[in-house]
């Protein structure tokens, strides 16, 4: 069954009035669903995605009393598990569900392909050497001390990719696309550790049954309520 958009996103292609909530919404449904459909099939990447949740919903609860511990449990465990469902579990063969191919996703996709992800991972683990070659990162930061003062430093410097990257991805978005398409992005990837613990908790329960890949037959139910992460 080929699945189909929300329907509440047929009243914008109506051509309905509609007010700023109403629009936020149906594109978050829109992105939501596109991202769960297009890049989530695989049952071991969604259980990687549930794990991935976990760590970030730890990394949000860390990030006032332990910012070093939020950012390393965040990268090293979060994006790590997420990440690894994509590049190694997902196919990336022609989408017999969907019909399109692996290179038409790519293009289309709202947030990171693999392209812009394999850029920001290089960046992110050119980090570390970055600042051991230059600990003081070109004076914008004091000498590390210690062991400690340098994991502090790496998780600064991860912490401030992290947000340069949402920020010009959002603005991209907003100049290429809409600007509610780029602030709907980055709600999405704020809350979506929640939203994939809700629609991924019983992927661990069918991968164990031996279903490798979702079926994508409840199009409805996702339509409207489900979704994925970038």
């Known amino acids: 069954m080929k699945p189909t958009y929300p329907q509440a996103l047929s009243r914008r292609k109506s051509g309905d009035n509609m007010t700023f909530l109403s629009a936020f919404k149906d594109e ?41 511990m939020a950012v390393l449990v965040g990268w090293c465990v979060g994006m790590v598990t997420r990440q690894t469902g994509h590049y190694v579990f997902e196919p ?16 289309v996709k709202v947030g990171f392909n693999q392209k812009r992800k394999t850029v920001l991972i290089a960046l ?35 912490l401030g990719l992290a947000a340069l990257a949402v920020a010009a991805r959002c603005l991209q978005l907003c100049v290429t696309r809409t600007p509610l398409t780029g602030l709907v992005w980055v709600y999405k990837i704020a809350t979506d550790p929640l939203h994939n613990i809700r629609i991924y908790w019983k992927s661990p329960l069918y991968l164990l049954q031996g279903q490798l890949y979702d079926p994508l037959d409840d199009a409805g139910q996702h339509g409207h309520e489900s979704g994925a992460t970038s």
């Open 92 to 107: 990336a063969s022609y989408d017999e569900i969907n019909r399109v191919t692996n290179d038409h996703k790519e293009q």
């Open 28 to 68: 978050l449904h829109r992105q939501r669903w596109d991202d769960h459909r297009l890049y989530h099939q695989s049952r071991i990447n969604q259980t990687l995605h549930l794990i991935s949740a976990v760590s970030f919903l730890c990394a949000y609860a860390l990030v006032l009393k332990d910012p070093l």
């Open 124 to 158: 992110v683990l050119a980090a570390p050497l970055t600042l051991h070659l230059e600990p003081t990162l070109f004076g914008l930061m004091e000498h590390a001390t210690g062991w400690r003062d340098f994991g502090e430093h790496v998780a600064i410097l991860w």
